[in-house]
């Protein structure tokens, strides 16, 4: 149901979905923030869907594709790592303060989907 996602709906002609995730984790963010019913939604999705990923520890957030979370959770389901390196999420776009509005995210889903 839409209540299971912080935003589901239509940003300029294109459907999005996203969450907002958070972990006080040191050094990797836990998979287990992430549920399986929410993993198999995205995986039939056929418009945008990302995560802001906040790493509060270091008051970072990133934009993260959903199909990247989604590559290391079967990762993790053939016995792969249950976390994702902070220095891999590093690698993804973070996410600043921009044209007057807190999290400039949506010069990403224009070019994500």
Request: hydrophobic share 35%; proline share 2%.
């Amino acid at each position: 149901s839409q209540s299971r996602y912080d935003y589901i709906g239509d940003m300029g002609g294109r459907s999005v979905c996203f969450e907002a995730k958070s972990t006080q984790e040191k050094t990797s963010f836990p998979l287990k923030n992430f549920e399986s019913h929410q993993i198999e939604f995205m995986r039939k999705w056929k418009g945008a869907s990302f995560v802001l990923m906040e790493l509060s520890e270091f008051n970072e957030i990133y934009f993260v594709r959903y199909s990247w979370i989604i590559s290391w959770w079967d990762e993790m389901k053939i016995g792969g790592r249950k976390s994702i390196p902070f220095r891999d999420i590093r690698d993804l776009d973070k996410v600043e303060q921009g044209n007057g509005i807190a999290l400039d995210y949506l010069k990403y889903v224009e070019v994500s989907a």
